[in-house]
Protein backbone atom coordinates (compact mmCIF):
# COMPACT_ATOMS: atom_id res chain seq x y z
CA UNK A 1 0.00 0.00 0.00
CA UNK A 2 2.55 2.63 1.09
CA UNK A 3 4.66 1.74 -2.13
CA UNK A 4 1.98 2.81 -4.48
CA UNK A 5 1.53 5.76 -2.39
CA UNK A 6 5.03 7.14 -3.17
CA UNK A 7 4.52 6.41 -6.96
CA UNK A 8 0.81 7.94 -6.95
CA UNK A 9 2.58 11.58 -5.23
CA UNK A 10 5.26 11.04 -7.55
CA UNK A 11 3.56 11.73 -10.75
CA UNK A 12 1.48 14.61 -8.96
CA UNK A 13 3.70 16.22 -7.07
CA UNK A 14 6.11 19.72 -7.97
CA UNK A 15 9.06 19.73 -6.18
CA UNK A 16 9.76 23.03 -4.46
CA UNK A 17 12.44 24.72 -4.38
CA UNK A 18 11.67 27.30 -1.68
CA UNK A 19 11.78 24.19 0.82
CA UNK A 20 15.07 22.65 -0.38
CA UNK A 21 12.89 19.38 -1.92
CA UNK A 22 14.88 16.85 -3.85
CA UNK A 23 13.57 13.61 -3.45
CA UNK A 24 14.77 10.15 -2.75
CA UNK A 25 13.48 7.98 -5.66
CA UNK A 26 16.08 5.12 -5.26
CA UNK A 27 13.96 2.01 -2.94
CA UNK A 28 17.43 0.10 -2.83
CA UNK A 29 18.54 2.99 -0.98
CA UNK A 30 15.67 3.77 0.74
CA UNK A 31 14.82 0.54 2.18
CA UNK A 32 18.61 0.22 3.57
CA UNK A 33 18.23 4.10 5.19
CA UNK A 34 15.24 2.42 6.83
CA UNK A 35 16.99 -0.21 8.50
CA UNK A 36 19.86 1.78 9.92
CA UNK A 37 17.43 2.91 12.53
CA UNK A 38 16.56 -0.69 13.50
CA UNK A 39 12.71 0.38 14.03
CA UNK A 40 11.34 -3.15 14.24
CA UNK A 41 9.69 -3.38 17.46
CA UNK A 42 11.42 0.02 18.47
CA UNK A 43 9.03 1.83 20.70
CA UNK A 44 8.79 5.34 18.82
CA UNK A 45 10.13 6.47 15.81
CA UNK A 46 10.09 10.12 14.34
CA UNK A 47 10.61 10.59 10.88
CA UNK A 48 11.19 14.75 10.01
CA UNK A 49 10.62 15.84 6.43
CA UNK A 50 8.96 12.11 5.13
CA UNK A 51 8.12 13.84 1.49
CA UNK A 52 6.81 11.48 -0.98
CA UNK A 53 7.59 8.54 1.82
CA UNK A 54 10.45 6.99 0.41
CA UNK A 55 11.47 5.87 3.98
CA UNK A 56 8.02 6.04 5.14
CA UNK A 57 7.09 3.03 3.17
CA UNK A 58 9.72 0.92 4.72
CA UNK A 59 8.97 2.26 8.35
CA UNK A 60 5.12 2.25 8.68
CA UNK A 61 3.90 -0.88 10.69
CA UNK A 62 7.84 -1.75 12.31
CA UNK A 63 7.33 0.40 15.50
CA UNK A 64 4.81 0.65 17.97
CA UNK A 65 4.54 4.50 16.58
CA UNK A 66 5.75 6.33 14.09
CA UNK A 67 5.12 10.10 13.74
CA UNK A 68 5.60 11.69 10.34
CA UNK A 69 6.78 15.69 10.64
CA UNK A 70 6.30 17.36 7.70
CA UNK A 71 6.48 21.24 6.40
CA UNK A 72 5.10 20.95 2.86
CA UNK A 73 0.92 21.63 2.74
CA UNK A 74 -0.11 19.42 0.12
CA UNK A 75 2.27 16.80 1.09
CA UNK A 76 0.86 16.72 4.62
CA UNK A 77 -2.47 16.45 3.27
CA UNK A 78 -1.65 13.46 1.22
CA UNK A 79 0.27 11.58 4.15
CA UNK A 80 -2.48 12.51 6.69
CA UNK A 81 -5.24 10.54 3.97
CA UNK A 82 -2.86 7.81 3.13
CA UNK A 83 -2.11 6.94 7.06
CA UNK A 84 -5.80 8.10 8.24
CA UNK A 85 -6.86 4.53 9.27
CA UNK A 86 -3.54 3.47 10.71
CA UNK A 87 -3.25 4.23 14.34
CA UNK A 88 0.45 3.43 14.62
CA UNK A 89 1.22 6.54 12.27
CA UNK A 90 0.61 10.12 13.23
CA UNK A 91 1.20 13.47 11.50
CA UNK A 92 2.30 16.81 12.44
CA UNK A 93 2.04 18.90 9.86
CA UNK A 94 4.39 22.53 10.24
CA UNK A 95 8.09 23.39 10.27
CA UNK A 96 10.24 20.42 11.84
CA UNK A 97 12.82 22.87 13.48
CA UNK A 98 9.64 24.73 15.61
CA UNK A 99 8.48 21.39 16.60
CA UNK A 100 8.32 21.04 20.42
CA UNK A 101 10.45 18.26 21.40
CA UNK A 102 9.55 18.17 25.48
CA UNK A 103 6.24 16.19 24.64
CA UNK A 104 8.12 13.40 23.38
CA UNK A 105 10.38 12.92 26.43
CA UNK A 106 7.36 11.00 27.91
CA UNK A 107 7.54 8.20 25.01
CA UNK A 108 10.74 6.39 25.96
CA UNK A 109 13.78 6.88 24.28
CA UNK A 110 13.38 8.33 20.79
CA UNK A 111 14.37 7.42 17.44
CA UNK A 112 14.73 10.09 14.34
CA UNK A 113 15.13 9.55 10.87
CA UNK A 114 15.26 11.69 8.34
CA UNK A 115 16.25 13.20 4.48
CA UNK A 116 16.54 16.34 5.57
CA UNK A 117 16.27 19.37 3.13
CA UNK A 118 19.67 21.41 2.33
CA UNK A 119 18.54 24.08 2.89
CA UNK A 120 17.13 23.57 6.40
CA UNK A 121 19.33 20.39 7.51
CA UNK A 122 21.11 22.04 9.96
CA UNK A 123 18.94 24.12 11.98
CA UNK A 124 16.84 20.93 12.24
CA UNK A 125 19.77 18.89 13.28
CA UNK A 126 20.20 21.10 15.98
CA UNK A 127 16.69 21.49 16.95
CA UNK A 128 16.66 17.90 17.55
CA UNK A 129 20.49 17.23 18.63
CA UNK A 130 21.14 19.83 20.95
CA UNK A 131 20.50 18.70 24.52
CA UNK A 132 18.50 18.04 26.62
CA UNK A 133 16.70 15.52 23.65
CA UNK A 134 15.04 12.52 24.06
CA UNK A 135 16.58 11.27 21.27
CA UNK A 136 18.47 7.90 21.84
CA UNK A 137 19.85 7.63 18.03
CA UNK A 138 19.34 9.31 14.98
CA UNK A 139 20.11 8.72 11.19
CA UNK A 140 20.35 11.51 8.62
CA UNK A 141 21.24 12.03 4.86
CA UNK A 142 22.16 15.47 4.58
CA UNK A 143 24.84 16.77 2.01
CA UNK A 144 28.14 14.94 2.03
CA UNK A 145 30.23 17.76 2.80
CA UNK A 146 28.07 18.88 5.67
CA UNK A 147 28.01 14.76 6.75
CA UNK A 148 32.14 15.00 6.78
CA UNK A 149 32.19 17.52 9.13
CA UNK A 150 30.11 16.26 11.09
CA UNK A 151 32.07 13.07 11.59
CA UNK A 152 35.55 14.78 11.46
CA UNK A 153 38.27 13.35 13.62
CA UNK A 154 41.22 15.63 14.26
CA UNK A 155 43.51 14.84 11.27
CA UNK A 156 40.90 15.35 8.89
CA UNK A 157 40.18 18.25 6.64
CA UNK A 158 37.10 18.86 7.40
CA UNK A 159 37.33 18.87 11.15
CA UNK A 160 36.33 22.03 12.63
CA UNK A 161 33.96 23.90 15.53
CA UNK A 162 30.86 21.75 14.03
CA UNK A 163 32.87 18.52 14.33
CA UNK A 164 33.71 19.54 17.97
CA UNK A 165 29.78 21.15 19.30
CA UNK A 166 28.40 17.66 17.76
CA UNK A 167 30.89 15.38 19.00
CA UNK A 168 30.45 16.91 22.34
CA UNK A 169 27.24 14.87 22.83
CA UNK A 170 27.01 12.59 19.77
CA UNK A 171 29.31 9.66 17.86
CA UNK A 172 28.73 9.97 14.42
CA UNK A 173 29.43 7.76 11.56
CA UNK A 174 29.05 8.42 7.77
CA UNK A 175 27.49 4.84 6.80
CA UNK A 176 27.21 5.82 3.10
CA UNK A 177 27.34 8.07 0.28
CA UNK A 178 24.45 8.98 -2.48
CA UNK A 179 24.78 10.30 -5.24
CA UNK A 180 22.60 12.63 -7.04
CA UNK A 181 21.51 10.39 -9.21
CA UNK A 182 19.29 8.81 -6.36
CA UNK A 183 17.07 11.72 -6.10
CA UNK A 184 14.22 13.73 -8.38
CA UNK A 185 15.44 16.95 -8.98
CA UNK A 186 18.94 15.48 -8.59
CA UNK A 187 21.22 17.79 -6.48
CA UNK A 188 24.46 19.01 -7.67
CA UNK A 189 26.31 17.39 -4.78
CA UNK A 190 27.01 14.12 -3.38
CA UNK A 191 24.69 13.15 -0.32
CA UNK A 192 25.47 10.70 2.66
CA UNK A 193 23.68 9.13 5.49
CA UNK A 194 24.99 9.82 9.19
CA UNK A 195 24.17 7.64 12.38
CA UNK A 196 24.57 9.88 15.86
CA UNK A 197 24.37 7.71 18.81
CA UNK A 198 24.75 9.27 22.75
CA UNK A 199 28.46 9.76 23.69
CA UNK A 200 28.36 7.57 26.85
CA UNK A 201 27.99 9.16 30.14
CA UNK A 202 31.29 10.21 32.13
CA UNK A 203 33.64 9.87 29.03
CA UNK A 204 34.46 13.02 28.80
CA UNK A 205 35.78 14.79 32.22
CA UNK A 206 33.01 17.30 33.85
CA UNK A 207 33.44 20.69 32.87
CA UNK A 208 30.81 23.88 31.60
CA UNK A 209 29.66 22.88 29.31
CA UNK A 210 28.63 26.70 27.85
CA UNK A 211 31.90 27.89 27.96
CA UNK A 212 33.44 24.75 25.98
CA UNK A 213 31.23 26.21 23.06
CA UNK A 214 32.45 29.22 23.90
CA UNK A 215 36.15 28.24 23.59
CA UNK A 216 35.49 26.26 20.78
CA UNK A 217 33.86 29.16 18.74
CA UNK A 218 36.34 31.54 19.24
CA UNK A 219 39.53 29.29 18.30
CA UNK A 220 38.38 28.67 15.15
CA UNK A 221 36.53 31.72 14.54
CA UNK A 222 40.04 32.60 12.42
CA UNK A 223 41.48 29.06 11.48
CA UNK A 224 45.07 30.64 10.27
CA UNK A 225 45.71 32.59 13.68
CA UNK A 226 47.33 31.16 16.64
CA UNK A 227 45.25 29.68 19.43
CA UNK A 228 46.62 32.49 22.10
CA UNK A 229 45.65 35.32 19.48
CA UNK A 230 41.98 33.91 19.65
CA UNK A 231 41.29 32.90 23.24
CA UNK A 232 41.09 35.00 26.70
CA UNK A 233 43.97 35.12 29.16
CA UNK A 234 44.68 31.40 30.59
CA UNK A 235 45.25 31.37 34.29
CA UNK A 236 48.43 31.07 35.33
CA UNK A 237 49.44 32.40 31.12
CA UNK A 238 49.61 30.97 27.99
CA UNK A 239 52.50 28.83 28.70
CA UNK A 240 51.16 26.85 31.59
CA UNK A 241 47.60 25.91 29.61
CA UNK A 242 50.01 24.56 27.08
CA UNK A 243 52.33 23.08 29.21
CA UNK A 244 49.83 20.89 31.32
CA UNK A 245 48.29 20.23 27.55
CA UNK A 246 51.50 18.99 26.31
CA UNK A 247 51.17 21.47 23.12
CA UNK A 248 53.00 23.93 21.63
CA UNK A 249 52.53 27.61 22.48
CA UNK A 250 51.75 28.50 18.92
CA UNK A 251 48.83 25.59 18.50
CA UNK A 252 46.24 26.32 16.02
CA UNK A 253 42.44 24.91 17.18
CA UNK A 254 42.17 22.03 14.60
CA UNK A 255 45.46 20.78 16.53
CA UNK A 256 43.62 20.08 19.34
CA UNK A 257 41.40 16.93 20.02
CA UNK A 258 38.14 16.69 21.33
CA UNK A 259 40.10 15.68 24.46
CA UNK A 260 42.51 18.04 24.19
CA UNK A 261 39.61 21.15 24.17
CA UNK A 262 37.59 19.41 27.38
CA UNK A 263 41.18 19.42 29.37
CA UNK A 264 41.67 23.05 28.25
CA UNK A 265 37.94 24.38 28.98
CA UNK A 266 38.99 22.42 32.59
CA UNK A 267 42.30 24.80 33.54
CA UNK A 268 40.16 27.86 32.27
CA UNK A 269 37.79 27.25 35.01
CA UNK A 270 40.72 25.61 37.11
CA UNK A 271 39.76 22.18 38.15
CA UNK A 272 42.22 19.61 38.64
CA UNK A 273 42.20 15.97 39.38
CA UNK A 274 39.78 13.35 38.94
CA UNK A 275 35.99 13.99 39.24
CA UNK A 276 34.18 13.25 42.21
CA UNK A 277 30.14 13.12 43.39
CA UNK A 278 29.08 14.49 46.58
CA UNK A 279 31.42 13.25 49.11
CA UNK A 280 30.59 10.16 51.00
CA UNK A 281 31.74 11.90 54.39
CA UNK A 282 29.40 14.88 54.37
CA UNK A 283 27.85 14.90 57.47
CA UNK A 284 24.00 15.24 58.05
CA UNK A 285 21.61 15.57 61.16
CA UNK A 286 19.98 12.82 61.73
CA UNK A 287 16.14 13.08 62.84
CA UNK A 288 12.94 10.86 64.50
CA UNK A 289 9.61 10.06 63.76
CA UNK A 290 8.72 13.97 64.86
CA UNK A 291 11.44 15.41 63.03
CA UNK A 292 13.64 16.33 65.99
CA UNK A 293 17.41 15.87 65.64
CA UNK A 294 18.86 12.96 67.61
CA UNK A 295 22.61 12.90 66.22
CA UNK A 296 24.54 13.10 62.88
CA UNK A 297 26.16 10.58 60.63
CA UNK A 298 27.93 10.58 57.14
CA UNK A 299 26.29 10.69 54.03
CA UNK A 300 27.68 7.30 53.32
CA UNK A 301 26.07 5.99 56.32
CA UNK A 302 22.51 7.64 56.52
CA UNK A 303 21.96 5.98 52.84
CA UNK A 304 23.11 3.02 53.63
CA UNK A 305 21.42 2.08 56.42
CA UNK A 306 18.14 4.56 55.46
CA UNK A 307 18.39 7.26 58.64
CA UNK A 308 15.77 9.76 58.46
CA UNK A 309 17.20 13.03 58.14
CA UNK A 310 16.11 16.09 56.32
CA UNK A 311 16.09 17.86 52.36
CA UNK A 312 14.78 20.23 50.42
CA UNK A 313 13.20 20.15 46.76
CA UNK A 314 12.57 23.56 45.00
CA UNK A 315 10.65 24.11 42.18
CA UNK A 316 11.59 26.70 39.95
CA UNK A 317 8.86 28.31 37.81
CA UNK A 318 9.18 31.15 35.03
CA UNK A 319 6.96 34.17 34.05
CA UNK A 320 4.37 31.41 31.68
CA UNK A 321 4.49 28.83 34.66
CA UNK A 322 6.69 26.39 33.00
CA UNK A 323 8.39 24.44 35.88
CA UNK A 324 12.35 23.75 35.07
CA UNK A 325 13.54 20.25 35.83
CA UNK A 326 16.84 19.10 35.87
CA UNK A 327 18.69 15.73 34.81
CA UNK A 328 20.80 14.59 37.66
CA UNK A 329 24.87 13.88 37.08
CA UNK A 330 26.25 10.75 36.66
CA UNK A 331 28.13 11.44 39.13
CA UNK A 332 25.35 11.05 41.60
CA UNK A 333 25.56 7.93 44.44
CA UNK A 334 21.64 8.03 44.28
CA UNK A 335 19.68 7.63 41.18
CA UNK A 336 22.06 9.26 38.42
CA UNK A 337 20.52 10.88 35.22
CA UNK A 338 17.03 10.46 36.67
CA UNK A 339 15.22 13.91 35.99
CA UNK A 340 14.69 15.54 39.49
CA UNK A 341 13.50 18.99 41.02
CA UNK A 342 14.62 22.38 40.02
CA UNK A 343 17.44 22.22 42.89
CA UNK A 344 16.90 19.63 45.28
CA UNK A 345 19.44 18.25 48.22
CA UNK A 346 20.79 17.41 51.61
CA UNK A 347 20.73 19.63 54.59
CA UNK A 348 24.50 19.95 55.88
CA UNK A 349 24.39 19.05 59.71
CA UNK A 350 23.39 21.72 61.75
CA UNK A 351 21.63 23.81 58.73
CA UNK A 352 17.85 24.60 58.70
CA UNK A 353 15.48 24.31 55.64
CA UNK A 354 15.56 27.79 54.41
CA UNK A 355 19.41 28.01 54.57
CA UNK A 356 19.35 24.69 52.38
CA UNK A 357 17.04 26.09 49.67
CA UNK A 358 19.35 29.41 49.56
CA UNK A 359 22.63 27.29 49.41
CA UNK A 360 21.00 24.85 47.12
CA UNK A 361 19.61 27.56 44.44
CA UNK A 362 22.86 28.78 44.95
CA UNK A 363 25.14 25.99 44.35
CA UNK A 364 23.39 23.97 41.59
CA UNK A 365 21.50 26.74 39.53
CA UNK A 366 23.73 29.81 40.69
CA UNK A 367 20.63 31.85 41.48
CA UNK A 368 19.33 34.26 44.27
CA UNK A 369 15.87 34.78 44.25
CA UNK A 370 12.89 35.15 46.60
CA UNK A 371 11.31 31.50 47.49
CA UNK A 372 7.82 30.16 49.66
CA UNK A 373 7.36 27.37 51.27
CA UNK A 374 4.82 25.41 49.21
CA UNK A 375 4.71 22.21 51.58
CA UNK A 376 6.17 19.79 54.25
CA UNK A 377 6.37 16.09 53.44
CA UNK A 378 6.84 13.27 55.52
CA UNK A 379 10.09 11.18 55.43
CA UNK A 380 9.13 7.71 53.54
CA UNK A 381 10.62 4.89 51.47
CA UNK A 382 9.30 6.86 48.29
CA UNK A 383 11.42 10.53 49.66
CA UNK A 384 14.40 8.53 50.61
CA UNK A 385 13.59 8.77 54.08
CA UNK A 386 13.92 12.10 54.31
CA UNK A 387 11.98 14.72 55.63
CA UNK A 388 11.14 17.49 52.87
CA UNK A 389 10.41 21.13 52.64
CA UNK A 390 9.02 22.18 49.21
CA UNK A 391 10.01 25.32 47.67
CA UNK A 392 8.70 27.34 45.22
CA UNK A 393 10.76 30.19 43.17
CA UNK A 394 10.40 32.64 40.25
CA UNK A 395 12.93 33.09 38.00
CA UNK A 396 13.25 33.48 33.99
CA UNK A 397 16.74 35.18 33.37
CA UNK A 398 19.90 32.57 33.07
CA UNK A 399 21.06 30.06 34.91
CA UNK A 400 24.43 28.59 35.83
CA UNK A 401 24.53 24.78 37.04
CA UNK A 402 27.41 23.14 38.15
CA UNK A 403 28.12 20.18 36.16
CA UNK A 404 28.93 18.09 39.03
CA UNK A 405 25.47 17.83 39.87
CA UNK A 406 23.67 18.55 37.24
CA UNK A 407 23.85 17.01 33.73
CA UNK A 408 21.45 19.27 31.70
CA UNK A 409 17.95 20.80 32.30
CA UNK A 410 14.78 22.46 30.50
CA UNK A 411 11.59 24.41 31.54
CA UNK A 412 8.68 22.15 30.96
CA UNK A 413 5.13 22.95 30.62
CA UNK A 414 3.15 21.48 33.88
CA UNK A 415 1.04 19.30 31.60
CA UNK A 416 4.11 17.49 29.91
CA UNK A 417 5.55 16.76 32.78
CA UNK A 418 2.40 15.44 34.39
CA UNK A 419 1.63 13.19 31.20
CA UNK A 420 5.43 11.83 31.48
CA UNK A 421 5.66 10.88 35.50
CA UNK A 422 2.33 8.97 34.81
CA UNK A 423 3.81 7.36 31.54
CA UNK A 424 7.45 7.00 32.74
CA UNK A 425 7.70 7.13 36.55
CA UNK A 426 10.80 5.63 36.16
CA UNK A 427 12.23 8.53 34.25
CA UNK A 428 12.42 10.43 38.02
CA UNK A 429 13.81 10.44 41.28
CA UNK A 430 11.22 8.99 43.49
CA UNK A 431 11.65 12.15 45.80
CA UNK A 432 10.53 14.43 42.90
CA UNK A 433 7.68 12.24 41.88
CA UNK A 434 6.42 12.91 45.95
CA UNK A 435 7.14 16.33 45.76
CA UNK A 436 5.00 17.27 41.86
CA UNK A 437 1.96 14.80 43.60
CA UNK A 438 1.68 17.29 46.27
CA UNK A 439 2.72 19.92 44.54
CA UNK A 440 -0.44 19.17 42.12
CA UNK A 441 -2.69 17.81 44.59
CA UNK A 442 -2.74 21.37 46.01
CA UNK A 443 -3.54 23.04 42.88
CA UNK A 444 0.20 23.76 41.49
CA UNK A 445 1.76 27.57 41.58
CA UNK A 446 -0.48 30.31 42.19
CA UNK A 447 2.34 32.65 43.39
Known amino acids: ??????????????????????????????????????????????EVGPGQAALTQYLAG????????????????????????????????????????RGLFEKGPVKLIGNLPYSMGGEILRHFMTPPTPVSMAVFMLQK???????????????????????????????RVVGPESFKPRPRVDSAVVRMTPRPEGELAVHDRRLFDRLVRMGFSQRRKQLKNLLPEAPGGWGSLMEHLGKNVSVRAEELSLVDWVKLTRFYEGRSGEDRGQGLDEMFDVVNERDEVIGQAPRARVHAEGLLHRAVHVFV?????????????????????????????HLDAGEDFESAVRRELKEELGIETET????????????????????????????????????????????QVESWVKARPEDFAPGFVRCFEIWKAQGGSDW
Open 1 to 46: MARGFTLRMGMAFAPKKSLGQNFLQDEEVSRWIADQIEPDGAGYVV
Open 62 to 101: RPEKLLLIEKDNDLASRLRAQFAFDAKVELWHGDASKFDL
Open 145 to 175: EVCLRLAARQEDDEYGALSLLVQHDWVVEVL
Open 317 to 345: LNKHGDLWLQQRSHLKDKHPLAWDSSAAG
Open 372 to 415: RKVAKIEASERTGWEFVELHEARHSGAMTFAPEEIRTGCFFRVE
